[in-house]
């Protein structure tokens, strides 16, 4: 099991920028491909990004494709998800998870996750 952290969350205006971090522990790093999810008020969990093992391969859900782009650092221990031109929409909670399959947009399939940090867009 890999123990993750999150980090960047925040209040920004619609059409602002946040970056968020994700600090794994205790497991092989690189190993695992990691996923981005959210949960907003009232929702189901989702689906928001993903990244292979060796990050070179990424999936990104249809809402906030073109808008966020996942990265990792294997060195670092560490994902990524930047997020530019924010909507209210995108207001959620957002979970780090990783797994150990191929790169999967379920939530199922993951099963190492972090504790969340919210993001908030105002508009």
């Known amino acids: 099991q890999v123990q993750l952290v999150e980090s960047g969350g925040g209040l920004v205006q619609a059409g602002g920028s946040l970056r968020l971090s994700c600090a794994a522990s205790?497991?092989?790093?690189?190993?695992?491909?990691l996923g981005w999810f959210r949960r907003a008020p009232g929702k189901e969990r989702e689906f928001v990004a993903a990244?292979?093992?060796?990050?070179?391969?990424?999936f990104y859900a249809d809402a906030v494709k073109g808008r966020f782009t996942i990265s990792r650092s294997n060195a670092k221990n560490t994902v990524f998800l930047q997020m530019n031109s924010l909507k209210p929409d995108d207001t959620a909670v957002y979970y780090c998870?990783?797994?150990?399959?191929?790169?999967?947009?379920?939530?199922?399939?993951?099963?190492?996750w972090g504790q969340g940090t919210q993001v908030t867009v105002s508009s």
């Open positions: 998870a990783g797994t150990r399959r191929a790169l999967d947009v379920s939530t199922t399939a993951y099963g190492d």
């Open positions: 205790g497991g092989t790093f690189s190993t695992y491909t």
């Open positions: 990244i292979s093992w060796f990050g070179g391969r990424t």
